[in-house]
């Protein structure tokens, strides 16, 4: 069974960093595509950043292009969320998500879910 655990998550002032991890176990030889979606309060969930397993290609939103990194490390099957310069406007909770088009903007394609950590930006 396919099991994502999401980590990292935390209370932090405006400008400041995080790093989100991404743990996956159970039959992962066939994810094609991992991602992180946020959802805020009474808002819709949003994509956020995804990463190819196959070629390492990446995207991001535009709200958070150039402040959040997606990176992945094979060897603990994990992908992690740089993300930088947060804003007031990045408190969500963070989900990650595996098998879906990387570009999906509320990941209704997507195979497997986490349960998702919780981010807040404040002063």
């Known amino acids: 069974q396919v099991q994502l655990v999401e980590s990292g998550g935390g209370l932090v002032q405006p400008g400041g960093s995080l790093r989100l991890s991404c743990v996956a176990s159970?039959?992962?030889?066939?994810?094609?595509?991992i991602a992180w979606f946020r959802q805020a309060p009474g808002m819709e969930r949003q994509g956020v950043s995804c990463?190819?397993?196959?070629?390492?290609?990446?995207y991001y939103a535009d709200s958070v292009e150039g402040r959040f990194t997606i990176s992945r490390d094979k060897s603990k099957n994990a992908v992690y969320l740089q993300m930088n310069d947060l804003r007031p406007f990045d408190t969500a909770v963070y989900y990650c998500?595996?098998?879906?088009?990387?570009?999906?903007?509320?990941?209704?394609?997507?195979?497997?879910w986490g349960q998702g950590t919780q981010v807040v930006v404040s002063s």
């Open positions: 990463i190819s397993t196959s070629d390492g290609s990446t």
């Open positions: 998500a595996a098998n879906g088009p990387c570009g999906s903007h509320r990941g209704l394609e997507y195979d497997y």
């Open positions: 159970g039959y992962t030889s066939d994810f094609y595509s």
